[in-house]
Nanobody, 123 residues
Framework: QVQLVETGGGLVQAGGSLRLSCAAS????????MGWFRQAPGKEREIVAA????????YYADSVKGRFTISRDNAKSTVYLQMNSLKPEDTAVYYC????????????????WGQGTQVTVSS
């Protein structure tokens, strides 16, 4: 119903920036919110940021507030994650996900997931 493809990951030095993109296809009109998640080596997957597609309400994990910005371009069915002042602890596989029902966005309960893109931040 909804397919998600993440791009933009790579290797960057601490203090640098990256912008991740998540392109959605399929029944994108059925998506109420999209989020970015990450899973670092040896750790569980965690929510990074999320955005409600209709009104633009956002959520950020405390660890990324002031550094990361989530945004969306509904016309392009794309959600972005601008990551600034990157730290080594930001190293992880980053996933985008979509909700197909109206529910709180600050949750791990999403309905569709992308394959992930690697972000590596060196010291």
């Amino acid at each position: 119903q909804v397919q998600l493809v993440e791009t933009g990951g790579g290797l960057v030095q601490a203090g640098g920036s990256l912008r991740l993109s998540c392109a959605a296809s399929g029944r994108t009109f059925s998506s109420y919110a999209m989020g970015w998640f990450r899973q670092a080596p040896g750790k569980e997957r965690e929510i990074v940021a999320a955005i409600r597609l209709g009104g633009g309400s956002t959520y950020y994990a405390d660890s990324v507030k002031g550094r990361f910005t989530i945004s969306r371009d509904n016309a392009k069915s794309t959600v972005y994650l601008q990551m600034n002042s990157l730290k080594p602890e930001d190293t992880a596989v980053y996933y985008c996900a979509a909700q197909s029902t109206y529910r709180p966005i600050a949750t791990m309960t999403y309905d569709y997931w992308g394959q992930g893109t690697q972000v590596t931040v060196s010291s």
